[in-house]
């Protein structure tokens, strides 16, 4: 069965360093998302993306956070200057069209900014 | 706004047995998509079941099945015959209908975290 990939799956970062979270998702899929999930808390949505922009993004997605899909098959988030309260589990997921299917999660990243 | 509310942080249920994990949204949409999610210790958001709005029948999968009760926006997860590998976050989610070929985002609930005992 199809995955979304998502790697690394555990990084440590010092506080104001920046971090690339690589997604690899299912090759046919059109629409790709971020959430994120702080220790003990619920998931968040962080941005959709379609058509090579940002379709829509949530308070939390500030001037810090930025997403790209560089080549056909990576989608890619960059955390310009990481806070400790960064410090959370991202998920990558993809959908092959309008989302009332349910998207498909990768296996997310762990990020611990120290 | 939407939100998803799970009043259950945790529960338990004996191999082979029968749990109901129970969930409720606040919406004024009229059209919208229900979700369960179960995230196992791996963290992995795996799709369980989900459920359209503008349908009256409850979705089944397998052994998980729901009671959907738009009135009283509320949507249950059944899950029988309980298996060890089960034990996991149960995460509701709320999606609401998007128009002209955009998308929706996931609400989530805060989750029930399911313990399945031998």
């Known amino acids: 069965e199809p995955e979304v990939t998502q790697t690394p799956s555990h990084q440590v970062t010092q506080m104001g360093q920046e971090v690339i979270l690589r997604c690899v998702p299912i090759?046919?899929?059109?629409?790709f998302y971020w959430y994120r999930q702080i220790l003990g808390q619920k998931v968040e949505f962080l941005v959709s993306?379609?058509?090579?922009?940002?379709?829509?993004k949530s308070e939390i997605f500030d001037d810090q956070f930025s997403v790209e899909r560089p080549d056909g098959s990576n989608f890619t988030l960059k955390i310009r200057s990481t806070k400790l309260e960064d410090s959370a589990m991202y998920f990558c997921?993809?959908?092959?069209?309008?989302?009332?299917?349910?998207?498909?999660f990768g296996s997310g990243t762990r990020l611990t900014v120290v | 706004a939407q939100t998803v509310t799970q009043s259950q942080p945790e529960m338990s249920v004996q191999e082979a047995e029968t749990v109901t994990l129970s969930c409720t949204y606040d919406t004024s949409e009229s059209n919208y998509y229900l979700f369960w999610y179960k995230q196992p210790p791996s963290r992995q958001m795996i799709l369980v079941i989900r459920?359209?709005?503008?349908?009256?029948q409850n979705a089944t999968e397998n052994r998980f099945s729901v009671n959907f009760q738009k009135a009283a926006k509320s949507f249950s997860l059944k899950i029988s015959d309980s298996q060890l590998g089960g034990t996991a976050m149960y995460f509701c989610a709320f999606m609401r209908e998007e128009y002209g070929g955009s998308q929706g985002n996931l609400i989530f609930g805060k989750g029930t975290k399911l313990s399945v005992k031998p």
């Open positions: 993306f379609y058509n090579n922009e940002i379709s829509e």
């Open positions: 090759s046919n899929h059109l629409y």
């Open positions: 997921a993809s959908s092959w069209s309008r989302v009332k299917e349910g998207y498909t």
């Open positions: 459920q359209e709005a503008y349908k009256q």
